[in-house]
């Protein structure tokens, strides 16, 4: 063999070497390249899992889901676009859809953009079959919830897509997943939620779907999310938010022997389907820019009003349970309670002295400001019995949070010795100089809920449950001992009849007696709240019937003037149909469904912008504050 | 047969030649393989194309063997000529296609002239220089030796064909075969080497690096040759300062780019780097077994661009993995050595060289095409001989190779 041919061999068994040990680089020791080619061509697609039902407490249900509809299209697909039909077709602007299919294109020629959010059925049915006439569009499905009550958005809540902040903190979320916002869709999302799916497809470079991965051994079905029986009685609900039109105000019924919360109902309300669909960011803004009304304020779980005369019924059972009073103690009304130079306005028109019963019904602010004054003044110092009052109202569940099912809530607010010394920095103030606290008024703040939750306990003689929501996930029932064991307060049982009988007397004969029905025997507390906004508050506290009670309600009309003018008798009207499921007394039923307080949140407004004039022109001047307290029913 | 003599037809090259076929109809299958068209004789698809391309290519090689040979001493220069005028021809009429001008079409069929060029430019030197009266040492019969081969590349080059005029410069083996000085073809790959480096690292090092064993060697020769040294060490330095010069001035902004990537200077895996990046996810992908035939992912969703042609070999090395590609890689060498053994058998020189011309430019497409296909190389279009798809090439090839088997099949001919 002549020399030079090794010279070629040579240099073709070197190319050899060189390209086996390349290989054996790329093929076997480069994992990374292993990794990008599984990036370049598996996809995980989500399969949305459905959201869990919400049913009422009569399995009714009240928030389902229902399908919308993605108008999307494919710009490289679109063929002979009759744009003028099209806009009619699908009531569009042809500007908005110029816009869109330009936006579409730039995203991606091959991939499919959004031309129109969340149609919903009504919508879709009218302009499904003319699809056709375009090529490139098709209709996407996606579940969205659907709300068959126009009611309690309060407590449904609404769900919401997640934003990249949200998926920051919560990384089991990606783009595109709806969470609850408000109300059980916030506090039960983990059990609404479901699992989604994934199915895993292999794309090619255009990101065309090509097939499935493995022919899907992979995959994962979608798990629906729980259903959740809640404890509202949807109709009950319903009942009450319309007898709260053109009212403001909150109205919570629990059922004492559960802490089940049966009515959370807070007006103005909303119909909760404003918030599915195409134009639910219009709609929020219009509820969220209302700052007169407020609609999605919820009145019933966070305003805080002053409780007013119904707290009389929480003083009357601390001053018997430390025996400062007894059912027989005797105080004479004088046309108010006075002190030095301190004097609290009564107008239960008594001249002769009076024995608890009658204090209750007649709501004499004099016989509880006494009351106050000894349960108080039993103790060494005035701190000392302050902070044992505190105690015995604390244990009511005033003045701080349930921590319950529902996401949001206030503490309202009990004053504490602390709170006083604060005031009063010489730390000399006394029993009277906290008068107020004995009939409602002053530094006390208490929410709808808390106040119904006071009444639930009056009516159980003594022990609440922690009022909540949800009854049953899926078919278990709750076992949280938090919701299922009962909540002691600090007074004896013993002392509850004696009060009872106070509240019964108020239907018969006493600020109650025009709400009285038939047949049931109710018990309950008027309340008038003094408040800076204006007018005075209406409120009612009640539960029925007497024995075995099956609601107890609390009923808040902002600026109602005085408790029995609305508050008693939508309180009656509720618990009627509540127990018999009629109502027997069509022209209270009708008055108060008709009856409007507008004029009043409109003059109130007015008198609001005059003094924010007012105190624009005098900025310097301090705000006098009366502490003059006059208040009763 | 109107031979004389005995037809002893080499059937190791022929089996090796029929198995590199399969082996590109396999991929060229698997790589434009759709769920859609599951039919292997679908003349809308590549697959079916390229079948059809093979069948031509067997009547080629009947005709091939069929011919008299006493028409090689006559076929050279008309074929020569013919080939060159095609060659300017297509430069004004072609057809363009993707940028470059290089394809003749009639009706629906493309040839490309400048892959039978080689064909001619093979059989021409080997006529040349397989004259009795031929000799290397002479001046002016070599330049009319490299400038029968130089002529074609030159005429490719503007088209512009990169690629295909580089293939041309495999003939420094056929001259190293019949005299040229191997001291040339290590220059070249020297320079290689240095033009390499010089990219890579700064000039100014590089070249001190580079003169220190000079300066040792001058300083070693006290007397006589130290001068010669000095020379040497003058070009070496010369050549790498004007690298960066031809670099950025001299060349294209895609050739540049390209091996910018290639020597991973820049990193544009969207971009320029897409078709190197994207070729090797698929080789390496395969591991050492590979997926399977027809499972390959990244190259039949055409993550992987002229999967099918250029880059076919990113399918073999996806879908055969490590010890597949090694086994195609095993086949090419094992090929290109039994080319070289058979023309090292030829009794009449015009053979022999012919034969060397075959095997190196076989080693040429070979040596690029996978190079760039594994990262070693920048992007040149050039086929993998017999296994890429298409006629031009695939038809090419075949003449080329058939031709040396017929002169092989006469070795035993007494003239």
């Given at each position: 063999?002549?020399?030079?041919?090794?010279?070629?061999?040579?240099?073709?068994?070197?190319?050899?070497?060189?390209?086996?040990?390349?290989?054996?680089?790329?093929q076997?020791i480069?994992?990374?390249?292993?990794l990008?080619?599984?990036?370049?061509?598996?996809?995980?697609?989500?399969?949305?899992?459905?959201r869990?039902?919400?049913?009422?407490?009569?399995?009714?249900?009240?928030?389902?889901?229902?399908?919308?509809?993605?108008?999307?299209?494919?710009?490289?697909?679109?063929?002979?676009?009759?744009?003028?039909?099209?806009?009619?077709?699908?009531?569009?602007?042809?500007?908005?859809?110029k816009?869109?299919?330009?936006?579409?294109?730039?995203?991606s020629?091959?991939?499919?953009?959004?031309?129109?959010k969340?149609?919903?059925?009504?919508?879709?049915?009218?302009?499904?079959?003319?699809?056709?006439?375009?090529?490139?569009?098709?209709?996407?499905?996606?579940?969205?919830?659907?709300?068959?009550?126009?009611?309690a958005?309060?407590?449904?809540?609404?769900?919401?897509?997640v934003?990249?902040?949200?998926?920051?903190?919560?990384?089991?979320?990606?783009?595109?997943?709806?969470?609850?916002?408000?109300?059980?869709e916030?506090?039960?999302?983990?059990?609404?939620?479901?699992?989604?799916?994934?199915?895993?497809?292999?794309?090619?470079?255009h990101?065309?779907?090509?097939?499935?991965?493995?022919?899907?051994?992979?995959?994962?079905?979608?798990?629906?999310?729980?259903?959740?029986?809640?404890?509202?009685?949807?109709q009950?609900?319903r009942?009450?938010?319309?007898?709260?039109?053109?009212?403001?105000?909150?109205?919570?019924?629990?059922?004492?022997?559960?802490?089940?919360?049966?009515?959370?109902?807070?007006?103005?309300?909303?119909?909760?389907?404003?918030?599915?669909?195409?134009?639910?960011n219009?709609?929020?803004?219009?509820?969220?820019?209302?700052?007169?009304?407020?609609p999605l304020f919820?009145?019933?779980?966070?305003?805080?009003?002053p409780?007013?005369?119904?707290?009389?019924?929480?003083?009357?059972?601390?001053?018997?349970q430390?025996?400062?009073?007894?059912?027989?103690?005797?105080?004479?009304?004088?046309?108010?309670?006075?002190?030095?130079?301190?004097?609290?306005?009564?107008?239960?028109?008594?001249?002769?002295?009076?024995?608890?019963?009658?204090?209750?019904?007649?709501?004499c602010?004099?016989?509880?400001?006494?009351?106050?004054?000894?349960?108080?003044?039993?103790?060494?110092?005035?701190?000392?019995?302050?902070?044992?009052?505190?105690?015995?109202?604390?244990?009511?569940?005033?003045?701080?949070?349930?921590?319950?099912?529902?996401?949001?809530?206030?503490?309202?607010?009990?004053?504490?010795?602390?709170?006083?010394?604060?005031?009063?920095?010489?730390?000399?103030?006394?029993?009277?100089?906290?008068?107020?606290?004995?009939?409602?008024?002053?530094?006390?703040?208490?929410?709808?809920?808390?106040?119904a939750?006071?009444?639930?306990?009056?009516?159980?003689?003594?022990?609440y449950?922690?009022?909540?929501?949800?009854?049953?996930?899926g078919?278990?029932?709750?076992?949280?001992?938090?919701?299922?064991?009962?909540k002691?307060?600090?007074?004896?049982?013993?002392?509850?009849?004696?009060?009872i009988?106070?509240?019964?007397?108020?239907?018969k004969?006493?600020?109650?007696?025009?709400?009285?029905?038939?047949?049931?025997?109710?018990?309950?507390?008027?309340?008038?709240?003094?408040n800076p906004?204006?007018?005075?508050?209406?409120?009612?506290?009640?539960?029925?019937?007497?024995?075995n009670?099956?609601?107890?309600?609390?009923?808040?009309?902002e600026?109602?003037?005085?408790?029995?003018?609305?508050?008693a008798?939508?309180?009656?009207?509720?618990?009627?149909?509540?127990?018999?499921?009629?109502?027997?007394?069509?022209?209270?039923?009708?008055?108060?469904?008709?009856?409007?307080?507008?004029g009043e949140?409109?003059?109130?407004?007015?008198?609001?912008?005059?003094?924010?004039?007012?105190?624009?022109?005098?900025k310097?001047?301090?705000?006098e504050?009366?502490?003059?307290v006059?208040?009763?029913? | 047969?109107?031979?004389?003599?005995?037809?002893h037809?080499?059937?190791?090259?022929?089996?090796?030649?029929?198995?590199l076929?399969?082996?590109?109809?396999?991929?060229?299958?698997?790589?434009?393989?759709?769920?859609?068209?599951?039919?292997?004789?679908d003349?809308?698809?590549?697959?079916?194309?390229?079948?059809?391309?093979?069948?031509?290519?067997?009547?080629?090689?009947?005709?091939?063997?069929?011919?008299?040979?006493?028409?090689?001493?006559?076929?050279?220069?008309p074929?020569?000529?013919?080939?060159?005028?095609?060659?300017?021809?297509v430069?004004?009429?072609?057809?363009?296609?993707?940028?470059?001008?290089?394809?003749?079409?009639?009706?629906?069929?493309?040839?490309?002239?400048?892959?039978?060029?080689?064909?001619?430019?093979a059989?021409?030197?080997?006529?040349?220089?397989?004259?009795n009266?031929f000799?290397?040492?002479?001046?002016?019969?070599?330049?009319?030796?490299?400038?029968?081969?130089?002529?074609?590349?030159?005429?490719?080059l503007?088209?512009?064909?990169?690629g295909?005029?580089?293939?041309?410069?495999?003939?420094?083996?056929?001259?190293?075969?019949?005299?040229?000085?191997?001291?040339?073809?290590?220059?070249?790959?020297?320079?290689?080497?240095?033009?390499?480096?010089?990219?890579?690292?700064?000039?100014?090092?590089?070249?001190?690096?580079?003169?220190?064993?000079?300066l040792?060697?001058?300083?070693?020769?006290?007397?006589?040759?130290?001068?010669r040294?000095?020379?040497i060490?003058?070009?070496?330095?010369?050549?790498?300062?004007?690298?960066?010069?031809?670099?950025?001035?001299l060349?294209?902004?895609?050739?540049?780019?390209r091996?910018?990537?290639?020597?991973?200077?820049?990193?544009?895996?969207?971009?320029?780097?897409?078709?190197?990046?994207?070729?090797?996810?698929?080789?390496?992908?395969?591991?050492?077994?590979?997926?399977?035939?027809?499972?390959?992912?990244?190259?039949?969703?055409?993550?992987?661009?002229?999967?099918?042609?250029?880059f076919?070999?990113?399918?073999?090395?996806?879908?055969?993995?490590?010890?597949?590609?090694?086994?195609v890689?095993?086949?090419?060498?094992a090929?290109?050595?039994?080319?070289?053994?058979?023309?090292?058998?030829?009794?009449?020189?015009?053979?022999?060289?012919?034969?060397?011309?075959?095997?190196?430019?076989?080693?040429?497409?070979?040596?690029?095409?996978?190079?760039?296909?594994?990262?070693?190389?920048?992007?040149?279009?050039?086929?993998?001989?017999?296994?890429?798809?298409?006629?031009?090439?695939?038809?090419?090839?075949?003449?080329?190779l058939?031709?040396?088997?017929?002169?092989?099949?006469h070795?035993?001919?007494?003239?």
């Open positions: 063999m002549n020399r030079r041919f090794f010279l070629l061999t040579g240099f073709v068994i070197a190319v050899l070497l060189i390209f086996t040990a390349r290989l054996f680089y790329l076997i480069d994992e990374s390249l292993k990008s080619a599984e990036n370049n061509v598996i996809r995980r697609i989500k399969d949305y899992a459905p869990g039902h919400i049913y009422d407490r009569n399995q009714k249900l009240i928030v389902g889901n229902q399908s919308a509809y993605d108008l999307m299209v494919v710009p490289s697909q679109v063929r002979d676009l009759d744009t003028a039909m099209f806009c009619e077709i699908f009531q569009i602007e042809k500007n908005d859809l816009r869109k299919l330009i936006r579409a294109t730039h995203y020629r091959l991939k499919p953009s959004v031309v129109i969340q149609m919903m059925r009504s919508e879709y049915i009218n302009v499904q079959e003319n699809i056709i006439f375009f090529p490139g569009f098709y209709f996407q499905r996606r579940l969205l919830r659907e709300y068959l009550y126009d009611g958005p309060n407590i449904a809540g609404f769900i919401g897509e934003s990249e902040t949200f998926i920051r903190n919560n990384p089991e979320y990606s783009k595109g997943d709806f969470y609850g916002v408000a109300g059980i916030k506090s039960y999302e983990s059990q609404l939620r479901g699992t989604d799916g994934v199915r895993r497809v292999v794309v090619d470079v990101n065309r779907e090509k097939g499935r991965f493995q022919e899907g051994i992979y995959d994962t079905l979608p798990e629906p999310g729980n259903h959740l029986t809640t404890t509202i009685d949807i009950l609900q009942y009450a938010e319309d007898l709260m039109i053109n009212k403001r105000g909150g109205i919570v019924a629990i059922e004492p022997s559960s802490g089940e919360l049966l009515i959370v109902a807070s007006s103005p309300t909303y119909d909760p389907g404003l918030l599915v669909g195409r134009h639910r219009q709609n929020y803004y219009r509820l969220f820019a209302d700052s007169l009304q407020k919820d009145r019933a779980l966070l305003a805080e009003y409780p007013g005369s119904p707290f009389k019924i929480v003083n009357a059972l601390i001053g018997l430390e025996g400062a009073i007894s059912e027989n103690s005797h105080y004479t009304c004088g046309g108010g309670f006075r002190y030095g130079r301190l004097f609290v306005r009564c107008g239960c028109g008594t001249h002769s002295p009076i024995p608890l019963l009658k204090g209750i019904y007649k709501s602010n004099n016989y509880f400001c006494e009351t106050y004054k000894r349960i108080v003044d039993a103790y060494p110092t005035a701190p000392e019995g302050l902070q044992r009052w505190n105690e015995y109202v604390r244990s009511f569940g005033m003045g701080g949070f349930f921590n319950n099912d529902l996401p949001t809530g206030r503490r309202g607010h009990v004053p504490d010795s602390t709170y006083y010394n604060n005031i009063y920095s010489d730390h000399q103030w006394k029993s009277v100089s906290t008068i107020s606290n004995g009939i409602g008024q002053g530094e006390l703040l208490i929410t709808p809920l808390q106040l939750n006071i009444a639930a306990t009056v009516a159980n003689r003594g022990f449950y922690t009022p909540h929501v949800v009854s049953r996930i078919d278990e029932p709750i076992s949280d001992p938090h919701f299922t064991e009962p002691l307060s600090l007074v004896d049982s013993v002392h509850f009849e004696t009060v009988e106070g509240m019964a007397q108020v239907f004969q006493g600020t109650a007696r025009f709400a009285q029905v038939d047949g049931i025997e109710m018990c309950g507390k008027t309340g008038t709240a003094e906004h204006g007018q005075d508050h209406s409120i009612f506290m009640a539960f029925a019937p007497r024995d009670p099956k609601i107890a309600i609390a009923v808040f009309v600026n109602g003037y005085w408790g029995s003018r609305w508050a008798p939508i309180a009656s009207l509720i618990m009627e149909k509540y127990l018999t499921g009629e109502i027997s007394r069509p022209h209270v039923e009708a008055r108060m469904l008709e009856g409007s307080l507008e949140y409109s003059n109130q407004a007015l008198r609001l912008a005059e003094r924010l004039a007012r105190l624009e022109a005098e310097k001047e301090k705000e504050q009366s502490n003059s006059n208040s009763n029913e | 047969m109107n031979n004389r003599g005995e037809f037809l080499d059937w190791g090259i022929v089996l090796m030649y029929v198995a076929l399969f082996i590109g109809w396999l991929n060229i299958y698997s790589a434009t393989f759709s769920e859609a068209y599951t039919g292997y004789f003349m809308n698809q590549n697959h079916g194309r390229q079948l059809i391309f093979i069948m031509g290519a067997i009547v080629l090689i009947v005709i091939t063997l069929a011919l008299d040979i006493r028409l090689f001493n006559l076929l050279p220069w074929v020569y000529a013919v080939s060159i005028l095609s060659l300017v021809a430069l004004l009429f072609g057809q363009k296609i993707s940028g470059a001008r290089s394809w003749f079409t009639i009706g629906s069929i493309g040839i490309q002239p400048g892959e039978f060029a080689k064909v001619a430019a059989l021409a030197a080997a006529k040349y220089m397989g004259s009266d000799q290397w040492k002479n001046i002016r019969q070599r330049f009319t030796a490299i400038g029968i081969i130089a002529l074609p590349a030159l005429v490719i503007p088209q512009p064909d990169l295909s005029a580089i293939v041309f410069s495999s003939f420094v083996f056929v001259f190293h075969r019949e005299g040229l000085s191997p001291l040339w073809i290590f220059l070249g790959v020297a320079m290689g080497v240095l033009f390499v480096f010089s990219l890579i690292f700064d000039s100014l090092v590089l070249s001190a690096v580079l003169a220190l064993p000079f040792l060697l001058i300083y070693a020769q006290r007397k006589g040759k130290w001068f040294w000095l020379g060490m003058a070009l070496v330095l010369g050549f790498v300062q004007s690298v960066d010069f031809t670099f950025h001035n060349l294209e902004d895609r050739h540049r780019n091996i910018n990537i290639m020597l991973g200077l820049e990193d544009d895996p969207q971009g320029v780097g897409y078709n190197t990046h994207q070729a090797q996810i698929a080789i390496g992908s395969g591991g050492f077994t590979g997926r399977g035939f027809l499972q390959g992912t990244q190259t039949k969703f055409n993550f992987v661009p002229e999967q099918h042609t250029d076919i070999f990113c399918t073999v090395g996806e879908e055969w993995g490590f010890i597949g590609s090694v086994a890689l095993v086949l090419f060498a090929f290109i050595i039994r080319l070289l053994m058979m023309a090292e058998r030829q009794k009449i020189t015009m053979y022999r060289i012919y034969g060397y011309a075959v095997a190196s430019i076989l080693f040429f497409h070979f040596t690029i095409n996978i190079a760039m296909a594994i990262g070693l190389f920048p992007v040149v279009g050039i086929p993998l001989p017999f296994v890429s798809y298409g006629g031009s090439s695939l038809w090419a090839f075949t003449i080329l058939f031709f040396f088997v017929k002169m092989d099949a070795r035993k001919d007494v003239w």
